[in-house]
Structures are given as structure tokens and as C-alpha cells.
């Protein structure tokens, strides 16, 4: 392993694929990295477990925990809390391994903030068409919560110019390889994309998203 076990931040828009490849980065390299369970108000879903999937708490408790200063990271999405709690990251860290976290953009910056040692992913399809299918193609949803999921999705690209690196997310095995040598590159790494010529990439995927929802504007006109 190299260096000091690292917090490792994946994030990207809904669709961009970063609970598959964490999940993925895990399964394949399970001596080297851990899994934080994190905290949630949401509901269970079908299957999952309490302290094994998320830790569900109630809207009391969770603020409780933050008062307490349990969390490393915590931001509110799709109207549910989500935190990082600090015994979580201790205890995987304690075990030599890297703490791997699926977390959306504003608890990235959390992190960053508190830990200077963390490195950073955001991850997207190659080709924004692919983005903009995931997250228009959902037919249970109306057009009102398309439009919110394109919204948040732009924001989510406008801080993705924070992160130290950037990976294409078209092939899984690949995109598996990258994360892990984000981290074994270390140093090198902690460096945002803001002055990359990835920056140039990322705004032409704002450019498509925005063009979307005013296509949507359009048609409900």
C-alpha cells in the first residue's frame, strides 16, 4: 500500500456510475480498501440492512450526531441527510486500509477541507449523451423531476473543478484500474482539475445539459 491509508472520494451526477465502480474497487481490492457505512433519514430499501447497508436514523438523531461533531461530511439529497461518521473512517483506517466513499459533490468539499491528505474522483461517461439517456429515461418520473434531476446534475458538474482527478467512466474494469491508481499516485494526484485540460470537457457538458432543459422549457411552452 502506498503511504497513509487515504479517504478516497468518488462523486458524479445521478447515472455517472459511482456507487457501481466503488462497489467494484471493493470487491476486487478488499485487503486494501474499506467501506464506510454511512448514515440516512431515507427509508430502507427492499433488502437493505441497518448497520450493514446505512446506519437509518431518524431526522432527530441525525442532527443530533451533527451537533455531536460525529460526522465527517454530511449534506442533504432528494430532500434525505447522508453522513459520513468519523468511527466509521477511524475504524477502516485503523485496519491499514484506504476508506472509500460514494458521496455526492457538497460532502466531497467537506472533505477536502478536513482532510488535505484525501484524494478526490469525479466520474462521468465519455459522452454526455450518455448522462443525459440515464437521467431523462427514467419513465416512472414526470417531466417536473426530470428537469430537478438535469438542474442538480449541472451544479454537480459546475464543482467537479474541485476534484483531483477526473475519470471516464465507459468500460467498468478501466475505470476500476483508474481509481486505484489515483490513490497509488499519491501526491500527484492532489491537483483539481480547474487547470486541466479536462476543464474544456466539463463545460461542454454543461453546455449539453443546459440545452436539454431548455429544450424541455421549450416543449412544455
Not at 92 to 111: C, K, M, N, S, T
Amino acid at each position: 500500500m502506498t503511504g497513509w491509508p487515504r479517504v478516497v472520494v468518488l462523486s458524479a451526477p445521478s447515472g455517472g456510475g459511482k456507487t457501481t465502480i466503488a462497489k467494484a474497487v471493493r470487491e476486487r481490492h478488499p485487503e486494501r480498501f474499506g467501506f464506510s457505512i454511512s448514515a440516512t433519514t431515507r427509508r430502507p430499501r427492499p433488502g437493505e440492512r441497518h448497520g450493514i447497508d446505512y446506519h437509518f436514523w431518524d431526522r432527530d438523531r441525525f442532527r443530533a450526531e451533527i451537533v455531536a461533531g460525529k460526522f465527517l461530511e454530511h449534506a442533504e439529497y432528494a430532500g434525505e441527510l447522508y453522513g459520513t461518521l468519523r468511527a466509521e473512517v477511524d475504524r477502516i483506517r485503523a485496519q491499514g486500509r484506504h476508506v472509500l466513499l460514494d458521496i455526492e459533490v457538497d460532502g466531497a468539499a467537506q472533505v477536502r477541507a478536513l482532510e488535505p491528505d484525501a484524494v478526490t474522483v469525479f466520474i462521468l461517461p465519455s459522452e454526455p449523451r450518455v448522462l443525459l439517456e440515464r437521467l431523462t429515461g427514467r419513465q416512472s418520473e414526470s417531466a417536473a423531476e426530470v428537469e430537478r434531476r438535469l438542474e442538480r446534475a449541472t451544479y454537480e458538474l459546475s464543482q467537479a473543478m474541485h476534484f483531483h482527478r477526473l475519470i471516464r467512466n465507459d468500460d467498468l474494469e478501466t475505470a476500476v484500474r483508474d481509481v486505484v491508481q489515483a490513490v497509488a499516485d499519491g501526491e500527484t494526484v492532489r491537483r483539481s482539475i480547474g487547470s486541466s485540460p479536462d476543464f474544456a470537457w466539463i463545460n461542454n457538458y454543461v453546455s449539453a445539459l443546459q440545452q436539454e432543459r431548455a429544450r424541455m422549457h421549450a416543449q412544455k411552452g
